[in-house]
Every structure is written in structure tokens, then in C-alpha cells.
């Protein structure tokens, strides 16, 4: 055994691992060494010391004093944290199935539609790109009760007499829902429009010469190759709905009668309305909590490490 | 089985059209008129005379063309100090990001670093993180630091969510780029340094621009922080300025439409010249 070889077995023996920092590991680490900085500092020192917060009353960082757990307890005996909670489940799984069932159609339909491809798959990222405020903007206007396009629309047809407030009792969730859809079901599109684009067309001539119909083809062909990346759009799709801030508050502030207020809502109304950082702190640790369970669950399934070919 | 066999034809304009085929025009065209009518009507809007938005029946093409709102809005409103904000605050972002995600790329796929499982890991968990758990934290934080309503915090906040993922489109792109390429330029005298320069970097364009664009993007979109870190008008956004508008008492719906406009355009703009970028970074996450 040479010289080499013996360190090598004694520094895994004591480490538990097979690496060996060599020289030009060292420059690899200095290479590295920023992002894990930056990372550490923008991301895992605030999550920390929001759920530091959250363990504090106070209306600023400077006149924070201990509470213990009361925060937890008193949203635990409040109902409109569990309506928070019933209305953010709620919005989220309305949207991501109106935005998977959009998205894989419109995929299903752009796949299919090979005249001017790439010009009308330019096209389809626009929605996706521009900005929320932008949207939530366009779509005020159009749906307003007195000179919105929709409403003098629906009159014209003959559906409605009167303009309906899209953003009134009722009606507030669904128009906050198909706006959203309206941009990230372009999300699904372009993911699932990439898996399809994979498939090997050979499999739809063999499906045709057996007699399968077009239906068959997709539940034999189709399906069984869109579903991993079925399951991670839902996922991720699931997650960030579920924490979506921007377009329900532009739309509705959570209103009206809090129909809207999801948890991230009702976060930002103790927060910033109420100045009650401690509470706003631990509805967002609990957010935070969640989204370490669904975590779990995602890497189980899914292994970034697989995808950047980490050697062992 | 379907109830309907999709593949029955039936003859449209003298061809022969299967109902699937249909379905395809019919989405397609339903998704033109859906996706493009609201940005159409938001430009339309914004050029026309105050008293012909509100008008009824609408003008669908409008009589009269006017860019008076525009004028407003430069000269009535913060609009060219928040339009320079955003641009700041953008570049920023992308500059900062790229930077460190080509760097970290590089390190990762090229060095044998430790725990390189649980980078993966970590940053496409935070790329997951919900806002506002950032959000609270940040505001106190600044408030102490005394950055509360500069642009610098809004950058430092935006960094947060696009480094994660930056870094995993790098680390993804330098994969593709073969090592080898770099080992033969050593083989003729060039440095590591060199190598990662003049082999390296320029076959990882596509990843850079992909990285890019993600950033602009969220710099240039972000409504939310910018919301929980700036309050002082003349610190503001082109998003947060142009929320403004729409709690005013009385809505001027034709500036809200030109302001809008403003916030649209570069999106637009990029996604017409660099869409095959876009594609790239999607699917890298996809694949």
C-alpha cells in the first residue's frame, strides 16, 4: 500500500468519506464560496430570524420582547386563521386544476399545430413574462361592473341585465382564480410542450397500425409519457400557488369579507396593516413548516441531485 | 373509448378535416383571442381620448388616436423616476446574478466540493420559498439596517429567489459544455483561468442569457417586496407607482392603460428576440 493510498484510507475511515481535498478543491470552494455566502445571508438568516420573530411581540425590530409560543396559540384559537387556511387550500387546488387541464390542452393543441411554430410559441410565453401588476391591471379595467368590455359584453348576448361585480361576494374567487390561470397556465404549456416535443412518434404510428383511436393513442402513448412532469408541474405549481401574494392582493386585498384572504394574505394584513410582526411571523413559519413537509415528499419522488449527475 | 371517434372526417372548404383537427383550431384559436384581446385592449386604451374609453358601445379600433395619457404620465407623475428605479433595480439583479451563478456553475461541475447533494437540494428548495416568510423578516431587518426604501434592498430581497435557481440552470448548462475542450487548451500552455474564460464561458452563452432573462424578469415584475420594502414615492417601481394609480379616489383608467403599456413592452420585447433562451432555461428545468 503506498504512502498515498494510506492517508487516503485513513482520512476515510475518520470522515466517513471517500474525498480527498486535493489543491484545486480548494479552488473550487473559493469559486463556490460566494453563493454559499449570499445564500446564507439572504435566505437562511432571515428564515431563521423570522422564526426567531415569531417567538416575539412587537410593532418594530428595536421593541421586540419574548412572548414564547402565545403567537401560535392565539392564531390556533382565532377562525380567520383557519379560514386562511381553508381559503389558500382552496385557491390553490381550484387553480392548479384549472391550470393543468388549460395547460395540457393548449400543449395537446400547440403540438399538434405545426404551421408558424415557432413565431406562435413566441407568442404563448407573453403571458407568462409580463408582469402581475400589468395583468391585474387589464383585467380590472375589462371586468369593471360599469365600464368594463366583459360586462357590456355579456349585456350584448343577452346573459345578464345588469353589470356583475366580478370582484363582489360570489364572484371575487373565481375571477382572482382564472386570472391567475391566465398567466401560469403558460407554465404548463411550455413544460408538458417540451415533454410531448420528447415523444417518440414511432410509438403513435405503431398505436395507429394497431387501431387505436385517437383517445386510445393518448391514454397509451401520450399519458404515460407526460405524467412525470405532470406530477412535478402540480407540485411546484401546488407550492406556489398555495403562496401566492401578488395577484390576490392587486386584485381584491383579500376582500371582499374576506373571501379571499388566504394565509399569505391574512400574513401581510397582521404584518403591514396591524404591525404585529410576531403574528405575521408565525402564519408565515407555519407556511414555511408546510412547505418542509411537501419538500420531503418532492425529493422523494424527485432528485435534483439525479438531474446534475452529482457523483457519489 | 370516447363516445365521439375523434377521427371521424368530415369535409370543410372542399378538405377533409377529422374533429381532433378541429379541436386543435379551435383551442388555438380561442387561446389567440383569450391571451391576445387583454393586451390589445390595454394598448388601444391607452391611446385613446379620455372620454372614448368609457365610451358605449366601445370603440374596438379607435377613432381617434391620441398618446396625451403618455404625455400625462411623463409629466403629471413619478413615472420616469420609477421607470428609472425598475431599470436600476433590474440590471442590478441580472448583473448580481449572473456573476454568481456562472461562477458557482463552473465550481460545481468542474470541482469535486463536498456535500454537492445537498446544494442541490437546498437551492431548489429555496427556490420554493413562500414570499412572505422572507418578506417579514427582511423588513425588520432593513428597518434595523437602516435600508428600509432603497434600491439596494430591493435587490439584496430579489436575490433571494433568483440565485437558487440561476445557480441550477449554470450548474446544468457547464454540464453540457465538455470538459474536455479545456483540458486541450491546457495541453497547449493556458491557464485554468484562461481556460474557464475563452473555452468555458462562451459555450455556456445560452445558460448565461437563460439566467439573465430569469432575472430581468423577476427584477422587473416584483410587486411584492417592493411593496413590503419601499413606501417613499420618489424610491418607488414602475409596479408599486403604478398599484398607486388604482387607489387613487378617481381612477384614470387611460393612464393606469399607458402606465401598464410602459410595464409590458420590455417583457415583450424579450420574449420576441430571445424566446429560444427562454425555452433553453425551461427546459433545463423540465428535463
Known sequence: ????QSIETD????FGTNRFLKQYDLEGMLLIAPVITVFILVTVIPVAYGIWLSL?????AAELTWTGFSNYQGLVESQPFFDSIWVGLYYAVYSVALQVVLGVLIALALNNFTRFSSIVRAIIFVPYMIPTVAIAVVFKMMLNTDIGI????L???GLIEQGINFLGLDWAMHTVVWASAWKWSIFVVILVLARLQSIDQNLYEMAKTNGASTFRQFLDVTYPN???????????RSIWMFNKFDMIWLLTQGGPLGDTTTMVILAYRRGFGEFSFGTASAITTIMFLMLFVFGIYYFRTFRPEDEVEVRQ | MSAVDLESVFTFRGREVSIYELGTYAVIGLCLVLFGFPLYWMFISSVKPVAAITNFPPEFIPRDVTFAAYDRLFTETGYLTWLKNSIIVSVGDVVFSVLLATLAGYALTRYEIPAKKWIARIFIFGYMFPILTLGVPYYLIFQRLGMLNTLPALIIAHTAVILPFSTWIMWQFFQTVPISLEEASWVYGASRIRGMFEVALPSAVPGIVAVAIFAFTIGWSDFTFALLLLSTPEQQVLTLGIQGFMQALQIYWGNLMAASAGLVIPPLIVVLLLNRYILAGFTVRAE
Open chain 1, 1 to 4: 500500500m503506498s504512502l498515498r
Open chain 1, 11 to 14: 482520512f476515510r475511515r475518520r
Open chain 1, 56 to 60: 416575539h411581540t412587537g410593532r418594530g
Open chain 1, 150 to 153: 366583459i360586462n357590456w359584453l
Open chain 1, 155 to 157: 349585456i350584448q348576448i
Open chain 1, 226 to 236: 407526460i405524467k412525470s412532469v405532470l406530477f412535478l408541474v402540480i407540485l411546484l
